[in-house]
């Protein structure tokens, strides 16, 4: 079951972590980073800390702290982290800088300065190709796996490296987060399921601790979403447009479970705007459409930002501010364009009441 060269990065990862065995090593992850960031980056710091015999400096790093269902998650397993947000204090020349699950440098959010800073980049991560994948002088990047989570227990497999129960569990609830409860599994992801369990680790306690009551902000978020929300349909396809102050993805998962098939919710912050935009499987596998490459991006040639993501999930961020109406008309614009090209004739209706 093993990735094709994941054995080999591991012996050069392992080469890295001697030659830096005395130096700091920064292992950090997106900002607000979910569980299967940071169940990725504690995971990884096993693993450094042991091959280099605990000489080495290892701090964690995950700017603007982890989200509220990864705290929750390392309570339930007693996991103790220490991030220290202020990278000044311990970043050095000759610091080696292990990045997961994530492939770009801006979602390091204010810490991305540290990219340019640092002696050497790994990447562990399961991202379309980011300005990290350039920097990085490993990359562990494979399209078989559905979470960074996977990546990070085959390459404890590989080195030999026994990981604790808490961190197992950590790593499954991972995997369970990034395949929606199993739903984007591939046949790889099954089988370190297995290999995970045969730990002894098990599976619906895990699945337990994800249940997630929102908070009273995220569900007037998600309401106030729907509410403000304006769907528009072009033959069989239904696209929503929202906007809201915060919990953009959990708006947006909402609006795609009342039907929309492409949703943009539109996140109006200080200093940024933020973009985060779903599809359903209609539109990825039947239609064929990336929402990053062929809509997120083109934004690009409207409002400076930048963007990542999946086919089915991406975000766009815009500094400073702009004209909402604008930006919800460009993105419609945008979508209607490429729903042509894959051959939509039909006009653009607004669903109203
Ligand atoms: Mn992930």
Do not use: C
Request: overall charge neutral; aromatic content about 4%.
């Amino acid at each position: 079951m093993q990735l094709k060269n994941l054995e080999e990065k591991a012996v050069s990862l392992k080469k890295i972590l001697d030659k830096y065995s005395r130096n700091t090593i920064i292992i950090a992850t997106h900002r607000n980073a979910d569980i299967d960031g940071v169940a990725s980056i504690i995971a990884l710091k096993e693993i450094v800390e042991k091959i280099t015999n605990g000489k080495a400096s290892v701090q964690l790093l995950v700017p603007e702290k982890p989200n509220l269902l990864s705290r929750n998650i390392l309570l339930k397993l007693n996991i103790e982290i220490q991030i220290n947000e202020n990278v000044n204090e311990y970043i050095k020349d000759n610091s080696l800088l292990i990045v997961a699950d994530t492939s770009n440098s801006n979602q390091l959010g204010p810490s991305s300065w540290i990219i340019d800073h640092v002696e050497e980049i790994v990447l562990v991560d399961h991202h379309s190709i980011g300005d990290l994948d350039g920097k990085a002088s490993i990359v562990f990047k494979y399209a078989e796996v559905s979470s960074t989570s996977e990546i990070v227990y085959l390459i404890s497999r590989a080195l030999n490296q026994h990981l604790s129960k808490p961190l197992l569990k950590a790593l499954l609830a991972g995997i369970i987060l990034d395949t929606r409860h199993l739903l984007l599994a591939k046949p790889l992801t099954f089988r370190i399921i297995a290999d995970i369990l045969s730990e002894g680790v098990e599976y619906r306690e895990v699945a337990n601790m994800m249940k997630f009551e929102p908070s009273i902000s995220e569900r007037i978020a998600r309401i106030k979403a729907t509410l403000r929300a304006k769907y528009y349909r072009v033959n069989d396809v239904v696209i929503a447009i929202t906007r809201v102050g915060a919990h953009e993805s959990s708006a947006a998962r909402i609006i795609q479970e009342i039907g929309a098939d492409i949703v943009y919710v539109i996140g109006d912050h200080d200093e940024e705007v933020r973009v985060i935009a779903r599809a359903s499987h209609v539109i990825t596998e039947k239609l064929g459409i990336h929402l990053v490459n062929d809509i997120l991006l083109k934004l690009g040639n409207y409002f400076k930002g930048s963007g990542g993501g999946h086919p089915g999930a991406g975000g766009y961020t815009i500094k400073g501010k702009v004209d909402l109406n604008k930006l919800a008309s460009v993105l419609l614009n945008i979508t209607v364009d490429v729903l042509k090209l894959k051959g939509l004739s039909g006009e653009v209706v607004e669903v109203k009441d």
